[in-house]
């Protein structure tokens, strides 16, 4: 059986792996707490990928290798680009492997959208995430994104009737 400490440490980067991908979310979030593009890059590595897989996503997102070509790709659908009017994520609890100063994690996104030419819908897609993570000694690890993967599980358009209200 693993040491206590050996526990501890495996449960942190868990939880480190998770916040950062809850964070990645929340600023993909509109509206939502994005400042600044920036923000986002901070949550990736330097040489990180970001991907579209799957017949629906590989032609639309295709793949973004670098921080700063996943921030431009990232930043191409959020303010002050006029994409969506509302867009919220929700993620259902993951399942996080840690192996050394890896973590890879997988979680189920539904993602709601309003967007500004009038559409909305439901999604749904299975997110899978490589993280590096970082320890510094006595404290709980932290986890940037070096490989995210995400891939279209259904989609359905939403009646725009109910929602006139979020559309000014």
Not at 23 to 29: G, H, T
Not at 99 to 127: P, Y
Request: aromatic residues 6%; glycine residues 8%.
């Amino acid at each position: 059986m693993a040491t206590l400490e050996t526990r501890l440490a495996r449960l942190e980067a868990k939880e480190a792996a998770d916040a950062c991908l809850v964070r990645y979310l929340d600023l993909c979030d509109v509206p939502g707490p994005l400042a600044d593009l920036d923000q986002i890059g901070a949550l990736f590595t330097e040489d990180a990928v970001w991907e579209g897989i799957g017949p629906e996503y590989e032609g639309k997102f295709g793949r973004a290798e670098g921080r700063a070509a996943v921030q431009d790709l990232v930043g191409g659908y959020l303010p002050p680009v006029d994409h969506f009017i509302r867009n919220a994520h929700l993620a259902t609890s993951g399942q996080v492997r840690v192996e050394g100063d890896e973590a890879t994690g997988q979680w189920l996104m539904q993602q709601l959208s309003l967007h500004r030419d009038g559409g909305a819908e439901l999604l749904c897609a299975r997110i899978s995430v490589d993280f590096a993570l970082a320890r510094v000694r006595h404290q709980p690890p932290t986890a940037l994104i070096r490989h995210f993967r995400t891939q279209r599980l259904f989609a359905a358009p939403l009646d725009t009737a109910a929602l006139g209200h979020l559309l000014s």
